[in-house]
């Protein structure tokens, strides 16, 4: 991987772009998020391309259109380079609330999703043609209390 081409920032708004530019997950195309993202976008073939990169701070993020389960998927995901330790702080802005709200301004219906003794998985956000979940990340003390807000840690737009 090169050194930042784009900022976790850059990705975050322009992942935003993407989607509010598209009725559902086929309209994203090579050329619509190589227009989104403003770079070479690589192919595997017609259903998986994506781009990916490493950014400040010991993150990488990737976006990649693949066909999953028989239908079309786009996923957006920030990762600290193995072996290293990443500051949530680096890839949190926009943070989670902003971002959601910005899905909401665009006529999505949300809810959230709780697994395990209720535990937090991710916000859906629905409209017809298209289902974006966004997942969160906190960075939380060694006494499991929140030190920050939440974060995009993932995004799923199927």
């Known amino acids: 991987m090169t050194t930042s081409d784009i900022s976790a920032s850059q990705a975050l708004q322009r992942?935003?772009?993407?989607?509010r530019g598209s009725r559902s997950v086929a309209d994203i195309t090579p050329e619509t998020m190589q227009g989104a993202f403003g770079v070479q976008v690589k192919k595997v073939d017609p259903q998986q391309f994506g781009y990916g990169q490493r950014l400040p701070?010991?993150?990488?993020?990737?976006?990649m259109r693949q066909e999953v389960e028989g239908a079309g998927r786009m996923d957006l995901n920030f990762d600290p380079l193995p072996g290293t330790k990443a500051a949530l702080t680096d890839i949190c802005d926009p943070d989670f609330a902003h971002f959601t709200a910005e899905l909401e301004s665009m006529g999505f219906a949300r809810h959230s999703s709780h697994g395990e003794h209720n535990r937090w998985i991710y916000d859906?956000?629905?409209?017809?043609?298209?289902?974006?979940?966004v997942y969160p990340e906190v960075a939380r003390a060694d006494n499991g209390d929140a030190t920050g807000p939440a974060c995009v840690k993932?995004?799923?737009?199927?």
Not at 15 to 19: A, G, Q, R, V, W
Not at 57 to 63: C, E, M, R, V
């Open 15 to 19: 992942t935003l772009e993407l989607i």
């Open 154 to 158: 993932m995004v799923l737009v199927r």
């Open 57 to 63: 701070g010991n993150w990488a993020f990737s976006i």
């Open 124 to 133: 859906a956000f629905e409209r017809p043609g298209m289902r974006v979940e």
